[in-house]
């Protein structure tokens, strides 16, 4: 893997070598024990680079428009000065191993731009490892001065929720036409969306995006808003027309602004709901690799199966021998 300790890694990463930051990647992405240790070491020095930049969550159907969003968007700031990352939560790859999202030759002049990394979704057997390696990319990439980092998602709600909780903003981008039901978003996932874009307003299909930024507009107004200091907007825009993609980042700016502390506030609380979610899976990791649970777990399964024994018995049964072994 790398020929360098962790502090050597740390180091090059900090001074924005593009070369140590994919070689950090790959070790926290590992699953070797002895590459967790370093990942681990290498983490820890590095948190006090941290928390620099603008996270920001998108997330939208197949086709709705988010790479051709996202390569616009990310070649204004960059234009602006600004550094960024681009990562994804692919809930996919965890089953088929691939992942389409955060693929370079879906935003080809962004992956040429020196200025833009971009990192596809982590392979891994469960979403939460898949969340897990991703939280831990964005800080690696903070650390490597990109002051803004975007991820990307596409999914059956808990890997939207996974992604609002690692980012300050999310934003969700919707087609022209439809009711929710109509374009199969979730209440839940409205609620988390900070600024809804409603992509492809150009040629036919503009007055038809008018209206809908019109309609969930109001549709917002019923809705439980996750700030006190902030009501989520909807905007349109042509991603591939370049329009409307600047005004994103203005109201991006204003969320900033409107939101203070807040952010500060969020990440803080993010920070341990992650802490529990990790000692949550890693407990249950210890548990399952258990050679002696692991002899009492079949027979559990086994009368759970067969409604001889209530799963919350079972649970408690598993877990005293666990606790007692
Ligand atoms: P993703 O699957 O959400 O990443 O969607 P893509 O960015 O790959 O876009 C899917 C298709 O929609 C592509 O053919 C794009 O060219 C097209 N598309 C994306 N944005 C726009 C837009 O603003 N207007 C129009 N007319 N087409 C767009």
Known sequence: MTRYSPEQLAERLRDG????????????????????????????????????????GISGVPGVGKSTFIEAFGNHITQQGHRVAVL?????SA???????????????LSRNPNAFIRPSPAGKTLGGVTRRTRETLLLCEAGGFDVVLVETVGVGQSETAVAEMTDMFLLLLLPGGGDELQGIKRG??????????????????????????DYTMALHFLHSRSKNWQPRVQALSALNNQGVADVWETVNDFQAKLGDEIQHRRSAQAVN????????????????????????????????????????????????????
């Open 88 to 92: 994804a939560v692919d809930p996919t």
């Open 189 to 214: 996932i409205m609620e988390l969306a900070d600024l809804i874009l409603v992509n492809k307003a150009d040629g036919d299909s503009k007055v038809i995006a008018e209206r809908t930024v019109t």
């Open 95 to 109: 089953l088929s191993g691939g992942s389409i999202l955060g693929d370079k030759t879906r935003m080809e002049t």
């Open 17 to 56: 070598d593009r070369r140590a930051l994919a070689q950090a990647i790959t070790l926290i992405e590992s699953t070797r024990p002895e590459h967790r240790v370093k990942a681990a070491q290498l983490l820890e020095s590095l948190m006090p680079s941290t928390g620099n930049s603008v996270r920001l």
């Open 274 to 325: 992650w802490l529990w979610a990790e000692t949550a899976d890693r407990l249950l990791d210890d548990l399952k690799g258990d050679a002696s649970v692991r002899k009492r777990v079949a027979g559990l399964e086994r009368d759970v199966t067969e409604g001889k024994l209530p799963p919350t018995v079972a649970a408690e049964q598993l877990i005293n021998h666990y606790k007692s072994r």
